[in-house]
């Protein structure tokens, strides 16, 4: 192999490091958004919850009041 063939090697795998290290990180950044959407959906949940029984103790002293 001469010197310009390791040349390219070298720079088709430094190429392909850095892909795959941009890779992995815009995994990691999935994952967290993924994560952080979870935790939305489940803070959504409990308001929506919440809120619920807020209205519906509402209607039954609405209801007690007729």
């Known amino acids: 192999m001469n010197k310009f063939d390791q040349e390219l090697i070298n720079?088709?795998?430094?190429?392909?490091e850095k892909r795959s290290a941009n890779a992995s990180e815009l995994e990691g950044w999935c994952n967290d958004i993924g994560k952080r959407l979870d935790k939305l959906d489940n803070d959504?949940?409990?308001?929506?919850?919440?809120?619920?029984?807020?209205?519906?103790k509402h209607a039954t002293d609405i209801e007690k009041s007729l």
């Not at 720079?11 to 392909?16: G, K, L, S, V």
């Not at 959504?44 to 029984?53: L, N, P, T, Y």
């Open 11 to 16: 720079i088709f795998t430094r190429r392909f």
């Open 44 to 56: 959504m949940e409990s308001v929506a919850s919440k809120f619920s029984k807020h209205l519906e």
